[in-house]
């Protein structure tokens, strides 16, 4: 049964009303710092940790419950004779119940001006302590980390029960999942190296989702800490139905691409890879040239937009079916033109370039971290390698293209014209494979088109496919041992080729 109880919380939220129960219960409570004077001005009689200490909270609150009155009183086993007989020989009494929530460690770090003292005071080494211990005695000791757990534990005492086994065992696991997640924080935060010798990282649960890739799979959602605003994390969802699991992979890929881009843009995005982008003057534009790229794909894709939805656009993007469309915002005749479809999403994310995320995949018994690929066009150094330099149109296409293949899947070879995407090649096996899959698709848009290759072109045989079908410039990383193969091809057909020197494998 709950006859002692220690309350010491940073989030107040519904301790003066647990308090009360508590003590109208006959529950003798002991408390700290703030959490006892909010307790003792709702009226009710609150004893200070320090009377059970017999010590005074010193160096500002930093040492106040680190001590054996309290420790004692939590780890005791209530079955072992050998602990009661030493809570006796010590003069300590046991304690049921421990409701602690931490200093707002994570909140403190999020502000943008704070300081690296200030963060270093919010780190809670009391309070963790304390959940620990209870926690780790969770046999003989309720341990309450959330307020929302609060009912659970008034019901018990109230009916003059115990809190069942497993119900404990549960708060302690959310409790041992608190302070794993607490202390991820900190070490995230106070850790400058890029790979440090181990990593734990930490997110919370979003959304459960209805299955995952498959009906037959269970998935749910989960997002970092401190994810930036221009992430699916922070989506503020306006209309349609609840988002899967392929929708966010799509979308997360979607907004990947768009944010590549300072001009008007849309990408539309099947299965993680572009099936039409476009830039233009206007969002009208972009969003016509991405759907001109491939207006059979974009049937059912998703449909991303770095500039405010309004009338004309919503009218244009009203006419097919999407699952998802995301912008920055939507105006109210937007809105309400698109609503009308009751299976769309509209989702509205600040739309901006991303400041460089880990990324992280799991394979069996363990996971990959890598950073994002984020080499901006801009840092390039290209090189012409061939006897004819591009043309001001072909520069503007090349750049364009060399933007958007790297968020194709390997081999990636894409083909832009007139700021549009005309054709992609995804995911194949070998290169000329994507080349041809590219240039179908682009048919007689191939014609004057630039191509853009995610890695160099181990022969020249990709050259010569280009030829065929009317291309008239290439981008590609170059490196080949057989670069001059392709260099002589490229000057054979007046093609002009130029060098990155950087490889956007996306696997």
């Known amino acids: 049964m709950i006859k002692r109880a220690l309350l010491s919380v940073s989030d107040k939220n519904g301790i003066e009303e647990l308090a009360k129960k508590l003590d109208d219960a006959g529950v003798e409570l002991i408390s700290t710092g703030g959490t006892k004077r909010v307790i003792e001005e709702a009226g009710v009689t609150v004893k200070?940790?320090?009377?059970?200490?017999?010590?005074?909270?010193?160096?500002?609150?930093?040492?106040?419950?680190?001590?054996?009155?309290?420790?004692?009183?939590?780890?005791?086993?209530?079955?072992?004779?050998?602990?009661?007989?030493?809570?006796?020989?010590?003069?300590?009494?046991?304690?049921?119940?421990?409701?602690?929530?931490?200093?707002?460690?994570?909140?403190?770090?999020?502000?943008?001006?704070?300081?690296?003292?200030?963060?270093?005071?919010?780190?809670?080494?009391?309070?963790?302590?304390?959940?620990?211990?209870?926690a780790k005695n969770h046999q003989d000791v309720t341990v309450v980390v959330n307020p929302e757990d609060y009912e659970t534990v008034v019901t018990a005492v109230q009916n003059g029960e115990e809190v069942s086994f497993e119900k404990k065992k549960e708060l302690a696991a959310k409790v041992f999942r608190h302070t794993a997640q607490y202390d991820s924080l900190v070490a995230d935060y106070l850790t400058d190296e890029a790979f440090p010798e181990t990593k734990t990282v930490t997110y919370e649960r979003k959304q459960v989702l209805r299955y995952g890739e498959n009906p037959h799979q269970k998935a749910a959602f989960y997002v970092e800490p401190f994810a930036e605003q221009s992430s699916l994390a922070h989506a503020k969802q306006l209309h349609g139905k609840e988002l899967s699991y392929n929708n966010i992979q799509d979308a997360d890929a979607a907004l990947s691409m768009v944010r590549e881009f300072d001009s008007p843009a849309a990408v539309a995005v099947k299965h993680t890879n572009p099936c039409g982008v476009g830039t233009g003057k206007s969002l009208f534009e972009a969003y016509s040239r991405a759907y001109a790229a491939d207006p059979v794909s974009i049937f059912g894709g998703i449909v991303a937009l770095n500039r405010p939805v309004e009338k004309e656009v919503a009218d244009k993007l009203s006419q097919i079916f999407l699952e998802i469309i995301i912008a920055p915002s939507f105006t109210d005749e937007a809105f309400d033109i698109l609503s009308k479809k009751k299976n769309i999403r509209l989702l509205e994310i600040p739309v901006e370039k991303s400041r460089g995320n880990e990324r992280l995949h799991s394979v069996t018994g363990g996971v990959l971290i890598q950073e994002e690929d984020q080499y901006p066009v801009e840092d390039v150094e290209f090189t012409v390698a061939t006897e004819r330099e591009p043309t001001e149109d072909e520069w503007t296409d090349l750049k364009f293209a060399w933007q958007i293949v790297k968020h194709v899947k390997s081999n990636a070879i894409l083909l832009a014209k007139d700021q549009q995407t005309v054709g992609v090649g995804a995911g194949q096996m070998n290169r000329v494979g994507a080349a041809a899959i590219a240039i179908e698709q682009a048919g007689a848009q191939a014609q004057g088109a630039a191509m853009a290759s995610d890695a160099f072109f181990p022969m020249d045989d990709t050259v010569e496919a280009a030829h065929q079908a009317g291309v008239r410039a290439i981008i590609q990383p170059g490196g080949s041992i057989r670069d001059e193969d392709s260099i002589k091809k490229c000057n054979e057909y007046g093609i002009t080729m130029v060098f990155t020197g950087v490889r956007h494998f996306k696997h």
């Open 48 to 134: 200070g940790i320090s009377e059970v200490t017999d010590f005074p909270e010193i160096m500002d609150g930093r040492v106040k419950t680190l001590h054996p009155n309290v420790h004692g009183a939590l780890l005791a086993k209530r079955s072992s004779e050998d602990h009661q007989s030493q809570l006796k020989e010590h003069g300590i009494t046991p304690i049921d119940l421990v409701v602690v929530n931490l200093y707002p460690f994570k909140e403190t770090v999020a502000k943008e001006d704070v300081s690296f003292e200030d963060a270093i005071e919010n780190i809670d080494i009391g309070g963790p302590t304390l959940l620990r211990s209870a």
